[in-house]
């Protein structure tokens, strides 16, 4: 996302909150007799391994399919969607995407490729073979990330509610309330469905939140802080965003918008 005037109130009280939270370093224990929440469990990067990345990437949407990499971009003019070669950041084809639709998050379910809007209502499906458009959905609302569970479509706001929409009509079929402890998260960005999680950029923050789809529960944090090193930074990079996951290889990616980096990380359990 652009800032708004809201993320800086809404971050800070988010910092209050889970925030605090996640930082906690202790493993999750039941909760007490004086009825203490339980601590969410914070995982790091154990193993990171590097690759290049287009600075001029606003990375809204990253997805691993076919054994390949796709990237969808923001801001207005300058959106898009791509196929992106993993090790030299190379964009092997894109499309873009006119003014004035800012792109969001991007995810493949079938033959389709869809690309979500932040503040124009539309979401737009393209043969992921050929990002040759093939419709066009119309929906309430903002649009921030996108991921799929094999069936539904499941889709961010910037708030705590995650959507579950049908593939075929963007009907919502389901909403879960992410909540930590009681506490709501919000400001859910770029998403990734993960070994049966939804895994969730919080904007703003160097912070991944795992969540359980069945009832919107954390049940852990990622804190990737400091993993874009200070030699890598430009002064021109954005946030921590964007989460693809390669199943069949069982490896996790993760980049920022406008960062020369991306990385494969693998995670530990803080001590
Ligand atoms: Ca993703």
């Not at 909403?175 to 904007?203: M, R």
């Amino acid at each position: 996302m652009s800032l708004r005037p809201i993320a800086l109130s809404a971050l800070l009280s988010l910092s209050g909150s889970a925030f605090s939270a996640c930082t906690e370093d202790a493993p999750a224990k039941p909760a007490n007799s004086n009825g203490v929440p339980n601590r969410t469990p914070t995982y790091v990067a154990d193993q990171v391994k590097s690759y290049n990345h287009d600075t001029g990437a606003f990375t809204q949407g990253l997805v691993w399919h076919d054994n390949k990499l796709f990237e969808g971009t923001g801001e207005i003019g300058h959106s898009s969607i791509r196929e992106v070669e993993l090790v030299t950041g190379r964009v092997v084809r894109k499309r873009d995407l006119p003014s004035p639709h800012f792109g969001e998050g991007i995810v493949i379910l079938g033959e389709n490729l869809y690309q979500i809007t932040w503040t124009t209502h539309k979401a737009f499906v393209y043969d992921w073979r050929t990002f040759n458009p093939k419709k066009e959905f119309r929906y309430d609302g903002e649009g921030w990330g996108l991921t799929t569970d094999g069936k539904s479509l499941i889709m961010s706001d910037g708030s705590s509610a995650i959507f579950f929409r049908d593939p075929n009509t963007f009907e919502v079929t389901r909403t879960i309330s992410v909540l930590d402890n009681d506490v709501p998260v919000t400001q859910l960005n770029e998403l990734e469905w993960v070994k049966g999680e939804i895994w969730a950029n919080v904007w703003m923050s160097d912070q991944i939140v795992r969540i359980d789809p069945a009832d919107g529960k954390v049940t852990g944090w990622i804190d990737l802080a400091g993993i874009l090193p200070p030699m890598d930074r430009t002064g021109s990079e954005d946030v921590l965003n964007g989460i693809a996951y390669d199943a069949e290889n069982d490896r996790i990616f993760v980049t920022g918008k406008r960062w020369p980096k991306l990385f494969e990380i693998t995670l530990k359990q803080r001590s």
